[in-house]
């Protein structure tokens, strides 16, 4: 993945009926995706087998919401997410993403399992977007990338605290009823 990360503002959309999938090995890199994860994010299979799969990560995306998703996860649980993703040529898209742990028969987590849908727009422009935009001033405003980090995990801590919810409680009280039609 190259350093020098583009965008375009440009948002795009995949379908109220189509579900985005990827799988991951326990670092992240991607052992599969479906044809709707090709056709939005504009990548051939070639091209993201075996890569990160923070290859489609928007810049705009707090640091701090991944480390709560990778946190959760690495604990054996699932987790579900706002997520705003970057296609190849720039554009960006959103998703509501669900993202569970692979466990092999002995029940030992094995890799990530991740369906993304069309997220609700107005749960998007309301809240997300300004808790996004919110999380990351404070990720930026410390120059050590570190205590930004840290800056902002406490900021989505203390927002949570302050409704007595944990984050997957938090999230579904935004509710995701995807409206058909509504972008």
Known sequence: ?????????????????EII??????????????????????????????????????????????????????????????????????????????????RDTSGQIIGYHSNRRVPDRKVIDETIIPLYKALLAVEQKQGNRKQGLEDSTSMVAAHLAEKSLAYDEFVMTLGQGRRRGVR
């Not at 350093?3 to 959309?13: A, L, R």
């Not at 994860?37 to 928007?58: N, T, W």
């Not at 997520?83 to 993403?97: L, Q, S």
Request: include cysteine; proline fraction near 4%.
């Open 21 to 102: 999938v990827s799988k991951t090995d326990l670092k992240g890199r991607m052992t599969y995706i479906n044809r709707v994860f090709l056709s939005i994010a504009g990548y051939s299979e070639k091209e993201v087998i075996g890569e990160p799969h923070s290859l489609i990560r928007h810049p705009d995306m707090p640091r701090c919401i991944f480390k709560l998703l990778w946190d959760t996860l690495q604990l054996g649980s699932e987790i579900f997410a706002y997520v705003v993703n970057r296609t190849k040529n720039g554009d960006h898209y959103w998703v509501y993403a669900h993202v569970t742990p692979s």
């Open 1 to 17: 993945m190259s350093k020098d990360i583009f965008t375009t503002g440009k948002e795009v959309f995949f379908g109220d009926d």
